[in-house]
């Protein structure tokens, strides 16, 4: 069985050479500063949030940040907006994008739906992670709901199982698309009621909480939280289509 090591330094700055590194899995670490020099293989998959990668000595970073942009042209529009309008034009897309995607995977097996591809979160479980995200950054955040958090929602791996069980989370549910579905419509409905509303103003405005007892203390403005939700619609629906194309061909 492969080792597996979780909240580790133990290989900060370490150096391996000549070794069989196939099949090696880093998966939700900080590489910031990580060399990979002289090595080979036929299949190698990199993903992640990279201000500057290079491969063989050319920074890809750029290339990679407009190919994904021509894929998908809410991420422009998520990354981008800055007054209100541009916020509710970015919702419109992503409530348009969702809306066709859901349509797809209704066409699906149920069964598929929980399936993960490659060890990533299933689309029901992206939905899961979606509704989370909202109700930290929106629901307890901006509107500071007295209970922001549906049960169903799902954190980020990072976050300790009792942290989650006293926000009120169920991690090991295992809830139907259609009872997920229900409770992101929910949310959806408040980000729609949000951004439609939104003034200069309430944009500016200081929060005060945060997203949840897991981020640092620090100034969490409307726009940021508000931009931090539009991000994770937009990057998760990539994922999500990417894994519904893998699920659709086998």
């Not at 490659?118 to 899961?128: A, I, L, N, P």
């Amino acid at each position: 069985m492969a080792a597996e090591y979780e909240k580790s330094d133990q290989f900060r700055g370490a150096r391996i050479s000549e070794s069989d590194l196939s099949g090696l899995e880093v998966r939700d670490c900080a590489v910031d500063g990580l060399k990979i020099v002289d090595c080979y293989g036929e299949d190698v998959y990199v993903g992640g949030q990279f201000t500057r990668i290079v491969v063989n000595d050319v920074d890809v970073a750029a290339y990679v940040q407009g190919e994904l942009d021509e894929r998908q042209p809410e991420r422009v529009l998520a990354r981008g907006a800055v007054t209100p309008a541009d916020y509710q034009a970015a919702w419109d897309a992503i409530e348009a994008m969702w809306a066709v995607t859901v349509d797809r995977a209704r066409l699906m097996p149920q069964s598929a739906l929980h399936e993960r591809v490659d060890g990533e979160w299933s689309f029901v479980e992206t939905q899961r992670h979606l509704l989370f995200a909202t109700d930290a950054w929106l629901g307890n955040a901006v509107l500071e709901q007295e209970a922001p958090y549906h049960p169903l929602g799902l954190p980020s791996s990072g976050m300790p199982a009792d942290v989650a069980s006293a926000l009120g989370l169920t991690l090991d549910a295992t809830p139907s698309l259609d009872q997920v579905l229900a409770a992101r419509s929910e949310r959806m409905a408040s980000v729609r009621r949000l951004v439609d509303g939104l003034t200069e103003a309430e944009l500016d405005r200081v929060c005060r909480r945060k997203p949840a007892d897991p981020y640092p203390d620090g100034e969490y403005v409307v726009r940021r939280c508000l931009g931090v939700v539009l991000g994770e619609e937009a990057e998760h629906h990539r994922y999500a289509a990417r894994d519904l194309d893998t699920l659709a061909r086998s």
